[in-house]
């Protein structure tokens, strides 16, 4: 998953593993060719990346890391989020400390974490099959009741599709946290992303 055109590899000391993963999978973008890295579109990129996985493991994390972002992220997508455990004296190991603080599953080994995940990839191919289908899996939820901060949000994209630095300004949010707000709107077909710029639906 690329924080940058599909035709752009950041950093480039990373060529020679971009074209192992073309051989054998796949490089994913969501920006346009020629799109360079920008420091607002790698949380972006890591909203897509927890959705695409079962779950997130995270080893190594100071309080400031991206990876935090990212497990956030797989949380409120509903993913798995593991965290190993290290040294209290460690600066790296406080990241993993708090996500297990809030709720992460403390794993110490790969085992614990495919135990975790064990029949979770069947169960979410057969409820992706089914609603495909357009199969009921379930009651309708009712509509989500949003907080002050997610309502300012939409009033900002009420002014029409815009890039992720000008929501930071309309809003007075961090770029990290509408990142994460965005997915949450764009999940619930209340805001689409389109060439970059964000709308509500």
Known sequence: MLGTGPDIIYPRRHSALAEHITAHGALVSEFPPGTPGKPEFFPRRNRIIAGLSLGTLVIEANLQSGSL??????AEQGREV????????????RGCHKLIRD??????????????????????AESLRQ???????APAMPARVYDPDYLRLLDALDG??????????????SAAALSSMLLVLELDGAA?????RYLRR
């Open 160 to 173: 029409g599709a815009c890039a992720l630095d000008e929501l930071v300004v309309r809003t007075d949010l």
């Open 82 to 93: 593991f965290a190993l455990p290290g040294a209290i004296q460690n600066p790296l190991a």
């Open 69 to 74: 972002i990212t497990a956030r992220l797989a």
């Open 192 to 196: 689409a992303c389109e060439n970059g």
């Open 131 to 137: 609603r495909l289908q357009g199969a009921a899996l």
């Open 103 to 124: 709720g992460a599953k403390l794993v110490e080994s790969a085992e614990q974490v495919l135990e975790d995940l064990h029949g979770l990839g069947g169960t979410l």
